[in-house]
């Protein structure tokens, strides 16, 4: 049975729907997270599942038991999740204290509140700054204890938003290593909203893209990255490449799609006459100086338009009738002279396209 189930759910904040018809499950252990862009509601969605708020309109099931109404039931929940904000909150106390606080609250033993705190310390790499007062600690070391903080008192359900805004990579990675830790080793359900798209896909068993108040998709990284339900889901994901056409004629699986009078080969299932969008990843196309016997059923050739650096990377625009982008090592972009105004061949595979249809 699923931990969490969420159905039909919507809300709304002062009349302006914010929520449209979420449905989701989280099974035991598993790491959720949310990604979209900003407004679409995860924090919202997040305010939700943590019974913060309740929702204008449909249920939220803990282990199977209705959360949405009962004050009484919600309570008992709530006790069973955690929530750290996105801004980390810390006491005016030490780090050891902001740590310890909740396991005082539910009157344990001195002995044994010592001996976690020393260990989650040691988790979260701050065990020399037990005796600092948090105030005095960086952006990354306060979310950390406000992680830790958390995470002590071992609930079943963990909700982030947003755990590294605003944080420099090397606290990003030491974040990224404790979550991983919490999801791996203490096996406790995580639902994180993050910006970092990279993020999700590192550390999440499964991601829900939240498009304007909808859940427009929920999948593994793959499924998402690479077989973007819709075209905003391609768009938010950085496809890259989205080329609008018609499908002209279809075989054993393999389409052609015309677009403005050019055609590409792809693998598809959808029929003749369908208005559809071709999706490309810019890393599945590959840049030759003229055509090659290769095994990819699309060539195009055509004149460079833009070479853009990143790190060991090269974008690179290319019109060929098409407006592609490819995304080659900078050395291959050296090796083929590539640069705006030459010629170059650009190939991918029909299996690289992945055909989404146009409402
Ligand atoms: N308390 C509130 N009252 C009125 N509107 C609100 C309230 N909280 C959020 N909203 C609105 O609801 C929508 C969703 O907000 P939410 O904070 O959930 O988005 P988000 O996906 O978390 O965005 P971000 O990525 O910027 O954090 C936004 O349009 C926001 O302005
Ligand atoms: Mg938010």
């Known amino acids: 049975m699923s931990l969490i189930e969420i159905k039909n759910l919507c809300h709304r904040y002062s009349g302006q729907e914010v929520l449209k018809n979420i449905d989701m499950e989280l099974k035991k252990g598993e790491l959720l997270a949310l990604i979209g862009p900003t407004g679409a509601g995860k924090t919202t969605l997040l305010r939700l599942i943590g019974l913060l708020e309740t929702p204008t309109s449909g249920r939220i099931y803990f282990d199977g038991i209705d959360v949405t109404a009962s004050g009484r039931v919600r309570l008992e929940i709530r006790r069973r999740l955690a929530f750290v904000l996105q801004k980390p909150v810390v006491f005016n106390l030490s780090v050891y204290d902001n740590i310890a606080c909740g396991l005082r609250w539910r009157g344990q033993r001195r002995g044994d509140i010592k001996e976690k705190v020393s260990r989650i310390l040691e988790v979260i790499g701050l065990s020399a700054t037990g005796n600092r007062n948090a105030r005095t600690l960086s952006g990354g070391e306060a979310q950390r204890v406000a992680i830790a903080r958390a995470i002590i008192v071992e609930p079943q359900i963990l909700l982030l938003d947003e755990p590294t805004a605003n944080l420099d990579p090397i606290s990003v990675a030491k974040i990224e290593e404790l979550i991983s830790i919490i999801s791996r080793q203490y096996k406790t359900t ?170």
């Open 190 to 359: 995580i639902v994180m909203a993050t910006h970092d798209m990279s993020q999700g896909q590192r550390l999440a068993d499964r991601i829900g893209v939240l498009v304007d108040g909808s859940m427009v998709q929920v999948g593994d990284s793959r499924q998402v990255f690479s077989f973007p339900r819709n075209r905003q889901v391609a768009e938010f994901v950085g496809i890259g490449n989205i080329i609008d056409g018609v499908i002209a004629a279809s075989k054993a699986g393999v389409v052609t799609i015309n677009s403005g009078g050019t055609v590409i080969e792809a693998i598809s299932d959808y029929g003749v006459g369908e208005a559809v969008s071709a999706c490309i990843r810019p890393e599945d196309i590959i840049l030759s100086l003229s055509k090659t016997k290769s095994s990819a059923r699309n060539s195009f050739t055509g004149q460079v338009k833009e070479v853009v650096l990143a790190g060991s990377l090269a974008r690179v625009e290319i019109d060929c009738g098409l407006r592609l982008v490819a995304l080659v090592t900078k050395k291959s972009a050296d090796e083929l002279k590539l640069k705006s105004g030459h010629r170059v061949c650009a190939s991918f595979k029909a299996s690289g396209v992945h055909v989404i249809k146009r409402n």
